[in-house]
């Protein structure tokens, strides 16, 4: 099965400080996303990378940038943490499109809460 | 801009019952999915709908697609409580090539009560 693994479950942060949301999987996915979940407004894209050193801007990258040095690893940073960034952030992987099955994989969330 | 709306947002239902969640999009795609989402926990695929008219079932959920109609339904038949989660659409709005992502809708909490 695949496995996407985020770095931490909960994280607690001061406004200002700048934050690494770290994300691995293990199944060789060229696709790796980030989404931000909140009550009342589902999920929204920040940005997606379909290649190592690739990323592409979501619907909100505001505030947000993007690291994919290696294949497995997509990292989320929040170059200063603003009260409004506190969310739930969820990490998905999935193979190229055009494959029999491309749907997400996601991590089991960070929540994060900017103080 | 593609929207993806779902209704209803809340969904209170008894054991045994039968519903149907909604899911319309205003942007042609043949490409649709539907998650799972417990409560605290992450976002579980159920469907892949990937052609108009598609229909999948597994257990007591059946979604399917009119891409004509860009309406995509998540039937429920004789619900029991297991089935209490919150389910999400999502339409691929790809540029096509070997990248996409998905818009999803706000999601439907379904609690099934005894």
């Known amino acids: 099965d695949v496995k996407v693994t985020q770095s931490s479950r909960y994280l607690v942060k001061r406004t200002g400080e700048k934050v690494f949301l770290e994300c691995v999987q293990d199944?060789?996915?060229?696709?790796m996303f980030w989404y931000r979940q909140d009550p009342g407004l589902g999920l929204r894209l920040i940005y997606f990378?379909?290649?190592?050193?690739?990323?592409e801007k979501g619907d909100i990258p505001e505030g947000y940038s993007v690291s994919r040095e290696k294949k497995e690893r997509f990292s989320l940073i929040l170059e200063s943490a603003s009260t409004n960034q506190t969310s739930m952030y969820l990490c998905?992987?999935?193979?190229?499109?055009?494959?029999?099955?491309?749907?997400?994989?996601f991590g089991s969330g960070t929540q994060l809460s900017v103080l | 801009e593609l929207k993806v709306e779902q209704n209803p947002l809340f969904l209170s239902m008894q054991e045994g019952k039968n519903y149907t969640i909604y899911c319309n999009y205003s942007?042609?795609?043949?490409?649709l999915y539907w998650y799972r989402q417990d409560p605290g926990k992450s976002l579980e695929s159920l469907f892949v709908?990937?052609?108009?008219?598609a229909v999948k079932q597994e257990g007591r959920l059946m979604a399917s697609l009119d891409t004509k109609a860009r309406l995509s339904t998540l039937h429920i038949t004789a619900a029991v409580h297991d089935l209490s989660a919150t389910y999400f659409c999502?339409?691929?709005?790809?540029?096509?090539?070997?990248?996409?992502?998905?818009?999803f809708g706000k999601g439907t909490l379904l609690t099934v009560n005894p």
């Open positions: 990378s379909y290649d190592v050193k690739m990323k």
């Open positions: 999502a339409v691929d709005i790809g540029s096509g090539g070997s990248n996409y992502k998905l818009t």
């Open positions: 199944m060789d996915h060229e696709n």
């Open positions: 998905a992987s999935s193979r190229h499109r055009g494959l029999t099955s491309e749907k997400l994989f």
């Open positions: 942007t042609t795609s043949d490409r």
């Open positions: 709908l990937l052609s108009n008219g």
